[in-house]
């Protein structure tokens, strides 16, 4: 097994070092922008071909569907050898929520005509999704959605609001959850793919504290799903929806962690420390305080690493919803957070920096990432309904009636 990685690593590496432009060291995208989702241009797309084209931005996806076919232990050996180079995913960024979310959902409950016409253009990076879920009526409370789903023969129509849509606005395809049936709560769910570049599509980006507006209002009026984009059963979308917040949990897991290979920057996160803070005589970080609650947040990233991996492992081959990203969410936001906190207190005054030719771009955006990441609680479930399953599905505590 060492030795078969070992192979795949020197694969991956030499791939690496004859189709990623020097260029581009260093230039991942994080939050979709106007310009991470716009067309790529020169190097950049040269290196989203190539991407592409050999599926590793995808990387365990089915070949056959346009993924890299690789396994676990090699997608985490080729992030590793992305990272020793600076180089970044093309793909994910530019799909928005599709290869994080409605991707592997169609790859759990699809038919083969619905994985075949949508999984290989995500796997390029050809097609962007979005999800809808929340309306104004129905937040915490999901299952309380009222945008209907009518059967008309031929077609599916769909009329109601969806709220806080992520990339709605660049979207040209969102999963959603509608009502098919009235008389029932959670039975009455089901799943659609909708198409956003119709007439019956409206948009409105809602601005945020941080700066950009990543989230939208949705607005459906006649707009029109064909009878093959139900995705599950009619009536069966709640199970299918929870699949997908399974796999949105899982998405939001790898925090920024600051150490190569983990998902976090090419620069290890107590050298950005170091460089701003100083070090002593014998090269440590100079503030003691400091010292102690960076090593305490770097345990908890590598102790979330590992915890990721063994549910990823565990998951394996199973369609069944398991409770481990209640788990592991809680544990990414804390992760995502707390070094939100220390770049701030690390950058000093450079972190006061909101635009300007006075900060660097890292300083900048820090303000902005601490920002963004107060709403980490919230978004995908927050943490108080991640506590309640927690408490009720894996501890097997009673609930607040006394009953189990």
Sequence with gaps: MADALEDFRAEARDWLAANFPKSLKGAGAGQPTDESVSEAKGGALTWKKAMGEKGWGVPTWPKEYGGGGLSQPQARVLQQEMAKIGAYNPIAPDTLLGVSMVGPTILDYG???QKRT????????ETRWCVGYSEPGAGSDLASLMTKCEDKGDHWLINGQKIWTSGAHYA????ALVRTDTSTKHDGISFVLINMRQPGVETRPIKLIAGASPFCETFFTDAKAAKGDMLGEINKGWTVGKRLLQHERASQ???PSGARGEGGPSKPFQDIAKAYVGTDANGRLADPDMRKRLADHLIHVRAHGLTLQRAIAEAKGT?????????????????????????LEIFGNRSHGWEGEGFNAEEIG??????SGKAMSIYGGSVEIQNNIISKRILGLPDATGSA
């Design 253 to 255: 897991t790898g925090a």
């Design 366 to 371: 820090a303000v902005r990432t601490w920002l």
């Design 118 to 125: 949508h999984i290989p253009p995500m796997a390029r990076g």
């Design 319 to 343: 369609q069944t919803p398991s409770n481990a990203p209640s788990v592991l969410k809680n544990s990414a936001t804390v992760v995502a957070q707390t070094r939100a906190e220390l770049t």
């Design 172 to 175: 040209d395809w969102c999963g």
């Design 111 to 113: 038919t083969e005509e």
